[in-house]
């Protein structure tokens, strides 16, 4: 399965102010910005049910770009560049929204873009 997400340095945007090396003031707002129906937490048995240590990515470029249709000109600004990976499917846990999809970080995935 191709999913999609935002990168930059192999960290996608919510967990990039987790680090404070790398924390970007300009991303300070994503977190509560996107804390609303149309953004699900990705994980645990409240949110969209991912596990807790999965890379999160979108199972299209259409619902990338619609959960980040905000966001975008930030992004790049910041960075982030989209990317693409090939997953084997066995590794792809979907979300309950469809909006969402997680894979173990230490799954093989083929660089598509």
Not at 31 to 59: F, K, M, Q, T, Y
């Amino acid at each position: 399965m191709r999913v999609y997400r935002y990168e930059r340095n192999g960290r996608g945007p919510y967990t990039i102010n987790q680090e404070p090396s790398i924390q970007d003031p300009r991303l300070s707002r994503i977190w509560i910005e996107h804390e609303d129906r149309d953004h699900p937490i990705a994980w645990g048995s409240l949110g969209d049910g991912i596990h807790d240590n999965n890379v999160i990515a979108c199972p299209s470029i259409r619902e990338l770009k619609a959960w980040f249709k905000d966001w975008h000109g930030t992004l790049v600004r910041c960075g982030f560049k989209i990317r693409v990976y090939e997953v084997d499917d066995r590794y792809i846990q979907h979300g309950r929204s469809g909006k969402q999809v997680g894979y173990p970080p230490s799954v093989r995935k083929t660089v598509i873009r």
